[in-house]
T-cell receptor, first 117, second 115 residues
């Protein structure tokens, strides 16, 4: 099955700096890669996602890049703010046996991001 | 984004009792819902995939008789933890997906404590 590795496990930055979190996946059939932000005691919130036919996607201060050949994707947060502090999870979705996109998500181990004022 | 509501947010129960957690998609019909378990400072582990009108598909190692899943309508899935024990204490999270969209939306999670 799919295996997703996420690094680093913790990341501490100063407000205004950039933060980068990286993930690798094992199954070349995976075709959807979302990133989630989880605050303490809450469920994950989708912040950005990318599909396998796209190499980069940006939404204001957040961007995601995908390298299908190397099977890795990264989350980039620019101009970080204290409210960006949370746990971030990457995930990869592999199509089910029928070949549709409705397979299950495999999550990375998570990155605790701390943004210091 | 779409709203997925999970209830209750916190529950404390005695060992040996059963607890039901509800997951509702409030503004869309979800043919597929997922149930996850998350231990402190760990990632989300998929427990089962719930399909409306059919039996849930459980991940390897998850006891189907202990974690009963019912997806009776396109907006509601329930997870019942039967004969709960302290080791079942965890954070349970559901997610729901629209029929024609790959995005998954998560509920707020339920903190289960078994005493």
């Amino acid at each position: 099955g799919e295996n997703v590795e996420q690094h680093p496990s913790t990341l501490s930055v100063q407000e205004g700096d950039s933060a980068v979190i990286k993930c690798t996946y094992s199954d070349s059939a995976s075709n959807y890669f979302p990133w989630y932000k989880q605050e303490l005691g809450k469920g994950p919130q989708l912040i950005i996602d990318i599909r396998s036919n796209v190499g980069e996607k940006k939404d204001q201060r957040i961007a995601v890049t995908l390298n299908k050949t190397a099977k890795h994707f990264s989350l980039h947060i620019t101009e970080t703010q204290p409210e960006d502090s949370a746990v971030y999870f990457c995930a990869a979705r592999t199509p089910n046996a029928g070949g549709t996109s409705y397979g299950k998500l495999t999550f990375g181990q998570g990155t605790i991001l701390t943004v210091h004022p | 984004g779409a709203v997925v509501s999970q209830h209750p947010s916190r529950v404390i129960c005695k060992s040996g009792t059963s607890v039901k957690i509800e997951c509702r998609s409030l503004d869309f019909q979800a043919t597929t819902m997922f149930w996850y378990r998350q231990f402190p400072k760990q990632s989300l582990m998929l427990m089962a995939t719930s399909n409306e009108g059919s039996k849930a598909t459980y991940e390897q190692g998850v006891e189907k008789d202990k974690f009963l899943i019912n997806h009776a309508s396109l907006t509601l899935s329930t997870l019942t933890v039967t004969s709960a024990h302290p080791e079942d204490s965890s954070f349970y999270i559901c997610s729901a997906r629209r029929p024609v969209n790959t995005e998954a939306f998560f509920g707020q999670g339920t903190r289960l404590t078994v005493v």
